[in-house]
């Protein structure tokens, strides 16, 4: 079963006028992961689609999208899969390929109807491309691992990129995964924004009833959002993401837009939020 939904993309002049439901509606991305589903959102932020797909013991066959008007959702779109659940298979083109938990898969543009099976609970992350780039398997070892914080400052991290040009090429996604070691809590502190490319994230790892107090908005009119296990924020391109959680937690950030340059962020330091 395929479900998709579609968001909108918001002006930071409205996102200020928001009360809690109304950013939850516009910028929480919950309810992506069910049982025997592919569950879409279709943003209009770089036209990025951020999703679930789990088999649970079965399969799930990922093909056209009516959103896309294309014949199937890869002939003009790249894939990002991270499968954040125990051991899945995905195959696409003739070819499988077997996914344990942390593992990336890239499917380039035009790879076909795309199957799931196994035990894996696969994130998916797609934006609009427009040359073939091959398909990969990426593991944490093939990843480009960056350290950074310090436990002074509760933001001890490790950032493994995986679709990243120091890794491998791709059209427009940018794809990662962030962990905090145990004690640091902030994610993505300093805070930065970079209004060539839209950000989403994906929090996970994170016991059922923990939280984690994600910032969004723009830098000097920050509003906040409460996330759960397997949920996750739209970054739009005027907007900080940071978090602090109430608990352990892991996130996958991805991007899409005019550049792939990861350190191209415009960094705003903790003294000049509001
Ligand atoms: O643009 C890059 C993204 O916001 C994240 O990769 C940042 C992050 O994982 C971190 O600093 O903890
Ligand atoms: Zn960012």
Request: a negative charge; aromatic letters at 8%.
């Amino acid at each position: 079963m395929l479900h998709v939904e579609t968001r909108h993309a918001i002006h930071p002049e409205h996102a200020k006028a928001m009360d809690t439901a109304a950013l939850r509606t516009s910028f929480l991305a919950s309810d992506m992961f069910r049982d025997g589903e592919i569950r879409l959102i279709y943003t209009h932020y770089d036209r990025f689609v951020m999703g679930g797909a789990v088999p649970a013991g079965g399969e799930l066959v990922l093909d056209q999208v009516a959103e896309t008007k294309t014949p199937n959702f890869l002939d003009r779109r790249e894939l990002g899969v991270v499968n954040i659940g125990g051991t899945g298979t995905v195959s696409a083109g003739g070819e499988t390929f077997t996914l344990e938990r942390g593992d990336v898969l890239y499917l380039g543009m035009g790879a076909g109807p795309v199957s799931f099976a196994g035990d894996g609970r696969f994130y998916l992350t797609s934006a609009p491309a427009h040359r073939t780039c091959p398909n990969r398997l990426i593991r944490l070892a093939d990843s480009k691992e960056v350290k950074l914080g310090a436990t002074e400052t509760s933001n001890k991290r490790t950032i493994n990129q995986f679709i990243h040009p120091l890794v491998m090429d791709s059209c427009q996604l940018i794809l990662g995964y962030t962990t905090l070691e145990d004690g640091s809590v902030w994610n993505t502190i300093p805070s930065h924004i970079h209004d060539r490319r839209m950000e989403a994230y994906l929090y996970f790892g994170m016991e059922p009833q923990s939280r984690v107090l994600h910032l969004m908005g723009e830098p000097q009119e920050t509003r906040h959002l409460f996330i759960g296990n397997e949920e996750g924020a739209i970054s739009p391109p005027w907007s900080v993401h940071s978090g602090a959680g109430i608990g352990s937690y892991t996130f996958i950030w991805a991007m899409a837009g005019d550049n792939v340059d990861y350190t191209d962020m415009d960094f705003i330091q903790p003294e000049d939020l509001r």
